[in-house]
């Protein structure tokens, strides 16, 4: 894997940002003002999370540090989706939206985490 000075430059927070983007324009397109202070918020800062502690996580310049961090951004990623499939059962979203929105960060970011575990034991 290359090395990065970064954290906006990981493949990993690339799709991770691309993906907190999207939920941001579905949020704000398909998610009535009602729910505003309810389902959206929750959406909105799940979302963010997941970027935001892969960032965190990076800063901590240890692997087991940067592990945990991604697993709370896992979290927060399975979190959103919670919130979207939410949003789908109460038709504020289609299926094929709600299948779009689900094939984005989980598999990276479970490549990555696995990368790091590896590069541990190798530094040991």
């Given at each position: 894997?290359?090395?990065y000075?970064?954290?906006?430059d990981?493949?990993?927070y690339?799709?991770?940002?691309s993906?907190?983007?999207?939920?941001?324009?579905?949020?704000?397109?398909?998610?009535?003002?009602?729910?505003?202070?309810?389902?959206s918020s929750?959406?909105?800062?799940?979302s963010?999370?997941?970027?935001?502690?892969?960032?965190?996580?990076f800063?901590?310049?240890h692997?087991?540090?940067?592990?945990?961090?991604?697993?709370?951004?896992r979290?927060?990623?399975?979190?959103?989706?919670?919130?979207i499939?939410?949003a789908?059962?109460?038709?504020?979203?289609?299926k094929e939206?709600?299948?779009e929105?689900?094939?984005?960060?989980?598999?990276?970011l479970n490549t990555?985490?696995?990368?790091?575990?590896?590069a541990?034991?190798?530094?040991?």
């Amino acid at each position: 894997m290359a090395s990065y000075h970064h954290f906006y430059d990981l493949p990993v927070y690339k799709t991770c940002r691309s993906f907190r983007k999207k939920i941001s324009g579905v949020v704000k397109k398909y998610i009535p003002n009602s729910e505003a202070f309810q389902l959206s918020s929750q959406v909105f800062n799940s979302s963010r999370s997941v970027t935001a502690n892969i960032s965190e996580g990076f800063g901590r310049f240890h692997y087991q540090e940067n592990i945990q961090f991604c697993r709370r951004a896992r979290g927060s990623l399975t979190e959103t989706m919670e919130h979207i499939i939410t949003a789908y059962d109460e038709k504020y979203i289609n299926k094929e939206l709600l299948t779009e929105l689900n094939k984005e960060c989980l598999k990276q970011l479970n490549t990555y985490i696995k990368y790091l575990k590896s590069a541990r034991q190798n530094d040991q």
